[in-house]
């Protein structure tokens, strides 16, 4: 990304770090990222802020992300608790202009809400595979999920979208079609603007595994249950 690594600060705040390189830790942040983050520039208390923002309802895994963060960015994510009348959920907030630029000018990702227009950031598409792979990994944690249904396993990732499936569906089925993982075309959910790409299979849920994984504590459960059954 860079030729060096670079050192940024505002307003004599804290000093943090720009990647200079892609790596596969980077490659699962912009995954989850893209399932379920967000970027957002907000008026707090009159000044000016600009943060970053990923949404789970497991509070172990937003921990996960907040160690990818302090080890690419040399800063914390807090971590919040939340509710409304549709449920409950945790969300961390990174709140630091340069890596709020970071992620908007140099990875291209996009600010305020996504849903319905999701895309694979061109960084990502130029990648090598394996951090490709980590990019599916992250959005797999993010978007859906593995489990079994009656003793049937199943996996699915899906995206929002109204008339059409999301690119993002499409090029996550063609790579993991690259590595010998076949996922269903993208289907619309009954009812739903949703569409999702899946497997019933167990053998192909066993290579998704072996091949992609999870850093999902919940999801690597559940693997486990439908590998080992």
Same mark, same amino acid.
């Given at each position: 990304? @860079?030729?060096?690594?670079? +050192?940024?600060?505002?307003?004599?705040? %804290?000093?943090?770090?720009?990647?200079?390189?892609? /790596?596969?830790?980077?490659?699962?942040?912009?995954? &989850?990222?893209?399932?379920?983050?967000?970027?957002?520039?907000?008026? *707090?208390?009159?000044?000016?802020?600009?943060?970053? @923002? $990923?949404?789970?309802?497991?509070?172990?895994?937003?921990?996960?992300?907040?160690?990818?963060?302090?080890? +690419? &960015?040399?800063?914390?994510? #807090?971590?919040?608790?939340?509710? /409304?009348?549709?449920? !409950?959920?945790?969300?961390?907030?990174?709140?630091?202009?340069?890596?709020?630029? $970071?992620? #908007?000018?140099?990875?291209?990702? !996009?600010? =305020? %809400?996504?849903? %319905?227009?999701?895309? *694979?950031?061109?960084?990502?598409?130029?990648?090598?595979?394996?951090?490709?792979?980590? $990019?599916?990994?992250? $959005?797999?944690?993010? +978007?859906? =999920?593995?489990?079994?249904?009656?003793?049937?396993?199943?996996?699915?990732?899906?995206?929002?979208?109204?008339?059409?499936?999301?690119?993002?569906?499409?090029?996550? !089925?063609?790579?993991?079609?690259?590595?010998?993982?076949?996922?269903?075309?993208?289907?619309?959910?009954?009812?739903? +603007? &949703?569409?999702?790409?899946?497997?019933? !299979?167990?053998?192909?849920?066993?290579? &998704?595994?072996?091949?992609?994984?999870?850093?999902?504590?919940?999801?690597?459960?559940?693997?486990?249950?439908?590998?080992?059954?």
């Amino acid at each position: 990304i @860079y030729n060096s690594t670079k +050192e940024y600060s505002q307003n004599s705040q %804290r000093r943090v770090i720009l990647p200079k390189d892609i /790596n596969k830790d980077l490659g699962y942040l912009i995954g &989850f990222f893209q399932g379920d983050g967000h970027l957002k520039k907000e008026n *707090v208390d009159g000044a000016q802020e600009y943060s970053i @923002y $990923f949404y789970e309802g497991d509070k172990e895994v937003l921990e996960i992300l907040n160690k990818i963060i302090k080890k +690419e &960015f040399g800063i914390n994510g #807090k971590i919040y608790f939340q509710s /409304n009348e549709k449920g !409950k959920w945790y969300s961390s907030r990174i709140s630091s202009k340069p890596v709020y630029l $970071f992620f #908007k000018e140099i990875l291209k990702l !996009k600010r =305020g %809400r996504k849903v %319905r227009n999701v895309d *694979v950031p061109e960084i990502i598409r130029k990648s090598e595979r394996g951090i490709q792979l980590s $990019f599916i990994k992250g $959005f797999f944690d993010a +978007e859906r =999920g593995v489990g079994e249904t009656n003793k049937n396993p199943w996996l699915d990732i899906g995206q929002a979208s109204k008339d059409e499936p999301c690119d993002i569906l499409i090029w996550i !089925k063609n790579k993991l079609g690259e590595v010998n993982i076949e996922l269903s075309d993208p289907k619309r959910t009954k009812n739903q +603007e &949703f569409f999702r790409i899946r497997t019933a !299979k167990r053998e192909t849920i066993k290579r &998704f595994f072996e091949t992609i994984s999870s850093s999902h504590p919940k999801k690597i459960n559940r693997f486990n249950e439908i590998i080992n059954r």
